[in-house]
């Protein structure tokens, strides 16, 4: 096998290093969300959170850095919220 033949060498992991997956399984993102795999479908399908569909069988996939960019924009979304609803003041006992 010669370079350029076209054919893949392939590489051994090194030892000690590990590499993230550029995208996940809605499974997987249910997982980091800690929601159900429904849930995660109804994210998608609605646009909430931007995927792909990929191969004959069109499975989903999430990008790593859309699901952190849709967690940062939650945790706006959810300050926003809270700065809007405060909570009421405890009657001392």
């Known amino acids: ?10 590489t051994k992991p090194t030892p000690g290093v590990t590499v993230e997956s550029r995208f996940l399984l809605l499974s997987d993102v249910a997982a980091e969300l ?27 996939r999430v990008e790593r850095a859309r699901l952190e960019e849709y967690i940062e924009r939650k945790y ?9 609803n405060p909570l009421g003041e405890r009657d001392e006992e």
Do not use: C, F
């Open 1 to 10: 096998m010669s370079p350029g033949d076209g054919k893949l060498k392939q």
């Open 34 to 60: 800690n929601v159900s795999d429904s849930q995660v479908y109804h994210m998608v399908r609605s646009g909430e959170l931007p995927a792909i569909k990929i191969g004959g069988r069109g499975q989903w």
């Open 76 to 84: 706006a979304e959810t300050a926003e919220w809270v700065r809007g």
